[in-house]
């Protein structure tokens, strides 16, 4: 029997809210904990199906983050890390130079760590061969990373196929990354995995991955998937199988919640046995590190009944009240001290917003010209007369009925001793108007002697 151990999109350096709150205690606490769980289960082979960063250039401590947990896996199993939509492949390809250039290769020969950072033909690197640990077995993946469609790969396209969509396209990679696994492959010997980062129809997202990378653009059919023994999917942040007759195929998901879109998921790692003709038996083992995320909605009172419950959790709350709480933002904090408030917003019964009926107001509602001359008495700037400010609003609510742009009485001055016709012209035509008239201040004719 071959164990395969998935795990996928860490989104190392993800910060949150406005605030960007750093999580970096919840990944010290998270990373740890997967590789305790791979010492646990001892897997022939460790899957990381894409995004290990949030960020395409990733800072140091997160680089180093990465590196110490890959290693830290790669001493207990080869590790094989498709590269996802936020992965700059340059930098993948720099960090497997990093950790393979000196040797190091697990004892069954094959590289501790591999990053398939590009999509390539199966002759090319896009088929990979792991032996299991008793070596009568052979893991045999594809992979497939992320593919964004400016970037689509020559190498699976003729020209005829050239002008076919995203999801056509896919089907074809993936249909030609199948054969490859079946060419060579020994039926008692072989499992077959498929690794890749991508948008599978039917699946669920979370909705705090990028928005764009998840629209129908870069959907790929269920049944475009090889049917092989298991596919370890990775870019959907909520952990789940995907619906595919036959196939067992699942997202890993994150490994913390990373947004308010995935409050309530429960993460995990999935653990895969397999055996060639054989179905797998596939368990999750839970993550517990991290803290949580939480929303909240209720009086203040409300809050601090549950305040224990919460515990040490990043809080989105919308706190109740009849009047409005002086200082909210401290008022929460003391009823749930423990708790980290990303947003704490008021829904105040005596500020809310109520829409009148006409019949309920008293009287005619004022014109705006009306609360316009209203508001003028102590609001004229010095020098300015209020009725020509009055004259100028008047005429700018006018011209807002109209087709035509009203002009006013300063422009229409202005055009007069320009010798224009102030109804006739237009704005553009005033500025060119402005450019050729001589002793205006500009071009060659007009400029100041000094």
């Not at 077959?192 to 990378?213: C, I, K, M, N, W």
């Not at 993460?267 to 517990?288: F, H």
Request: hydrophobic share 40%; with cysteine.
């Amino acid at each position: 029997m071959a164990r395969v151990m998935h795990t996928s999109d860490w989104h190392l350096g993800r910060t949150l809210g406005r605030q960007r709150l750093p999580r970096d205690a919840d990944f010290d606490a998270v990373l740890p904990e997967i590789t305790g769980i791979a010492r646990d289960v001892r897997p022939d082979l460790i899957i990381h199906s894409g995004d290990l960063f949030d960020f395409l250039r990733p800072g140091a401590l997160d680089l180093a983050r990465c590196l110490h947990a890959l290693s830290d896996l790669s001493e207990v199993a080869p590790v094989l890390v498709v590269a996802g939509n936020h992965d700059s492949p340059v930098l993948l390809e720099v960090l497997e130079f990093a950790m393979t250039a000196f040797g190091t290769t697990s004892g069954r020969g094959v590289p501790r760590v591999k990053f398939a950072v590009r999509g390539r033909l199966p002759r090319d690197g896009g088929v990979l061969d792991y032996p299991a640990r008793d070596g009568e077995q052979r893991i045999r993946v594809a992979a497939l990373p992320f593919i964004h469609q400016n970037r689509f790969l020559d190498d699976f396209a003729s020209p005829a196929r050239g002008t076919r969509d995203y999801a056509r396209r896919l089907r074809d990679i993936q249909a030609e990354l199948y054969r490859g696994l079946l060419d060579g492959c020994q039926p008692d010997r072989d499992i077959l995995v498929f690794a890749a980062h991508l948008y599978v129809q039917g699946a669920v997202p979370s909705r705090t991955e990028r928005p764009v990378d998840i629209e129908d653009t870069y959907l790929t059919e269920a049944d475009a998937l090889p049917p092989v023994s298991y596919a370890a999917l990775g870019h959907i942040h909520k952990p789940q199988a995907v619906s595919r007759g036959g196939l067992v195929a699942r997202y890993a998901g994150s490994p913390l919640q990373l947004d308010f879109g995935e409050v309530g998921e429960d993460k995990s790692v999935v653990v895969v046995d397999a055996d060639p003709g054989r179905p797998v038996r596939v368990d999750l083992v839970p993550l517990q590190a991290g803290r949580r995320l939480a929303t909240f909605t209720g009086t203040l009172e409300e809050l601090r009944a549950q305040a224990a419950q919460i515990g040490s959790a990043f809080v989105r709350a919308e706190i109740v009240s009849d009047e409005p709480i002086p200082n909210l933002g401290a008022a929460a904090k003391d009823a749930a001290p423990q708790a980290t408030f990303v947003t704490v917003d008021p829904r105040c019964a005596a500020s809310q917003v109520a829409v009148l009926e006409r019949a309920d107001t008293p009287g005619d509602e004022p014109d705006l010209t009306d609360l316009f001359r209203e508001y003028l008495p102590g609001h004229v700037p010095a020098g300015a007369v209020a009725g020509d400010i009055l004259a100028t609003f008047t005429g700018l609510l006018a011209d807002t009925a109209g087709e035509i742009p009203g002009i006013f009485r300063e422009e229409a001055g202005l055009r007069t001793l320009l010798g224009a016709d102030p109804a006739g012209l237009e704005v553009a035509g005033l500025m060119i108007a402005l450019q050729e008239a001589p002793g205006t201040g500009t071009g060659e004719a007009g400029r100041t002697q000094e």
